[in-house]
Structures are given as C-alpha cells and as structure tokens.
C-alpha cells in the first residue's frame, strides 16, 4: 500500500477536524463524549498542521551543503570558522588563539 502524499493527509486531516467540531457545535454536549469529540478535534487539526509543514518543506528542499552558506569573516568570532574551532581540541590551544587575536602574545590578564 503506497504512502499517501502530505497534500492528502493534509486535506483528509482537515476534513476529519471539521467533522468533531460540527457534531460539537450542533449537539453542544458537555460531557465526555464533548471532551472526546474536542480532543479529537485538536489532534486531527494538529495532524493537518504538521502535514502543511511536510508539504511546504519538500515544496522547499534545505540546501544539502551548508558550510558555503557562511557569512562574512569579519562577523565570524575572532576571525575563524567552524572547521578550525571544531579542530581545536585543548582550550589552551582555543585560549592562544583568542590571545593572539587580541594581541597580547600569550599573555593573559589575570590567569
């Protein structure tokens, strides 16, 4: 049986919330089966929902390669980018750079 389409699931989904709601609004019980009716009510709407989202996010794919979409260097943290910081194991090796960034040579203030 093939999986249907989130297009589909969205329609059937929203078809099947309007359906509770009218019996709730015609009958105006408020007893358990109220309760049900609005409980079930919400989660077919929260289903219809998620499956919007499943169509918009394959309407519009996420690009597969994110490291080209870095911003500029002089807005990426002292000058370095992800590879580097994700290279730098010790924060000794993580403190040498921000000390040479700032200029003091290894030095540091208080430490």
């Known amino acids: 049986m093939p999986r249907?389409?989130?297009r589909t699931v969205a329609v059937l989904a929203a078809l099947g919330a309007l359906a509770p709601l009218v019996m709730l609004v015609?009958?105006?019980r408020q007893d358990l089966v109220g309760v049900v009716l609005a409980l079930l009510c919400v989660l077919l709407t929260m289903v219809?929902?998620?499956?919007?989202?499943?169509?918009?996010?394959?309407?519009?794919?996420?690009?597969a390669d994110r490291s080209a979409t870095v911003g500029p260097p002089e807005l990426m943290p002292y000058g370095i980018d992800a590879?580097?910081?994700?290279?730098?194991?010790?924060?000794?090796?993580?403190?040498?750079?921000r000390d040479r960034r700032?200029?003091?040579?290894?030095?540091?203030?208080g430490r």
């Open 4 to 6: 249907p389409d989130a």
């Open 26 to 28: 015609i009958w105006r």
């Open 102 to 109: 700032r200029g003091s040579n290894g030095l540091s203030g």
């Open 48 to 63: 219809a929902g998620v499956a919007v989202s499943a169509a918009r996010q394959v309407e519009d794919p996420e690009p």
């Open 83 to 97: 590879d580097t910081l994700d290279a730098l194991d010790s924060r000794a090796a993580l403190h040498a750079v």
